[in-house]
């Protein structure tokens, strides 16, 4: 049974850092894509960053870019989302999601990008940042 499970959320004021994680449980994490994405209240889905197990590379959104990065831990089949300078407009639940890497692809987009192909979301984690 596939499982992702968020973590590392929390309340927080402008400035400060928090890192979340994503824990993969009932597929084989090396073949896998990783991608992290959030939603505020009132707004639209919004994909934030991207890791692929198989050449490491990583996408981000303009909105976070420079702030947060992505890494993982393949022993712990746990990705981390590192995310500093937090701003009140980061608030939002923030999601994780999983797809085979011979399913995924991502396309440049204008906001950064968007990943296509994914087939396993999580629980998310409220991510709060105060002004």
């Known amino acids: 049974d596939v499982q992702l499970q968020a973590s590392g959320g929390g309340l927080v004021q402008a400035g400060e850092s928090l890192r979340l994680s994503c824990t993969a449980s009932?597929?084989?994490?090396?073949?896998?894509?990783i991608g992290w994405f959030r939603q505020a209240p009132g707004k639209e889905r919004e994909e934030i960053s991207f890791?692929?197990?198989?050449?490491?590379?990583?996408y981000y959104a303009v909105s976070v870019k420079g702030r947060f990065t992505i890494s993982s831990d393949n022993a712990k089949n746990t990705v981390y989302l590192q995310m500093n300078s937090l701003k009140p407009e980061d608030t939002a639940v923030y999601y994780c999601?999983?797809?085979?890497?011979?399913?995924?692809?991502?396309?440049?987009?204008?906001?950064?990008?968007?990943?296509?192909?994914?087939?396993?979301w999580g629980k998310g984690t409220l991510v709060t940042v105060s002004s």
């Open positions: 999601e999983a797809g085979p890497f011979d399913k995924v692809m991502v396309s440049i987009e204008p906001t950064g990008f968007r990943s296509h192909g994914m087939e396993h």
């Open positions: 890791w692929s197990s198989i050449d490491g590379s990583t």
């Open positions: 009932g597929f084989t994490f090396d073949d896998y894509a």
